[in-house]
């Protein structure tokens, strides 16, 4: 089995900072791309940022110059580093990976999600 847990999520003023971090775990033979989603109350799930296995990322529009996706392949760990945070930044953040268990067979894996809740 393989599972994601993020942490990381909380409390914060607009303009501040947070640091979301998920780790995957269990038999994991290599990992794609990785990423972060977020679902506001009353909205669709939407991309944040994604990062391939050599790490180029892709950022959302709402989100460049304030948020960096970065990874640590090594310990099969994806962070978002959040920045400049605001009102409407306020969402669940989810983790996605791409995992393989074996060579070359990928199938996605999404975390059980993470609140970040910033106030004006």
Do not use: H
Not at 27 to 39: L, P, T
Not at 88 to 112: H, K, L, M, P, S
Request: charged fraction near 15%; include cysteine; charge should be positive.
């Amino acid at each position: 089995q393989v599972q994601l847990v993020e942490s990381g999520g909380g409390l914060v003023q607009a303009g501040g900072s947070l640091r979301l971090s998920c780790a995957a775990s269990g038999s994991i033979f290599s990992i794609n791309d990785m990423g972060w989603y977020r679902q506001a109350p009353g909205k669709q799930r939407e991309l944040v940022a994604t990062i391939t296995s050599v790490g180029s990322p892709n950022y959302a529009d709402s989100v460049k110059g304030r948020f960096t996706i970065s990874r640590d392949n090594a310990k099969n760990t994806v962070y978002l580093q959040m920045n400049s945070l605001k009102p409407e930044d306020t969402a669940v953040y989810y983790c996605n990976a791409a995992v393989a268990i074996v060579a070359f067979r990928y199938f996605e894996v999404w975390g059980q999600g993470t609140l970040v809740t910033v106030s004006s």
